[in-house]
């Protein structure tokens, strides 16, 4: 795809970003857009966290849920995900069981989402916040 081409879905994923703050759905902006792979917008979405009351409702998230009713599908191995932020793990690991291989993203939020973590990972960053432990289930 033409790096115009993605600076301009880019555009629409930041434009989708600001809508998410003016709604009061974020403190950052996170806005995303789902593409095939000549550019055509499919979906296109920001963080609806606070009005839907629900912590999974981030741009990407919403963005793979409008897709699969759109396109009565869930496999979306035929299109591109660009969104204004990088992906935390939940996030990134959906994209990734939808079939998406290509994710375009703008602004780095560092390790705070790092899409490899492991539980472990989150565990020791959760600082005491979040405890898990494995059950013995073959007695």
Do not use: W
């Amino acid at each position: 795809m033409r790096s115009e081409i993605i600076k301009k879905l880019m555009q629409i994923a930041e434009k989708e970003a600001v809508i998410a703050v003016q709604t009061g759905n974020s403190k950052r902006p996170f806005g995303a857009v789902l593409a095939d792979k000549t550019g055509k917008v499919i979906v296109q979405v920001g963080n609806t966290s606070k009005s839907d009351q629900d912590l999974t409702a981030h741009a990407e998230m919403n963005i793979l849920r409008k897709a699969f009713k759109k396109l009565k599908s869930v496999d979306l191995s035929s299109y591109i995900l660009i969104s204004n932020m990088e992906p935390c793990s939940m996030c990134a690991s959906a994209s990734i069981q939808a079939g998406i291989r290509t994710f375009y993203y703008a602004h780095s939020l560092e390790d705070k989402c790092n899409p490899h973590l492991s539980l472990s990972d989150i565990i020791k960053k959760s600082q005491g916040k979040f405890t898990v432990k494995q059950l013995d289930i073959q007695n």
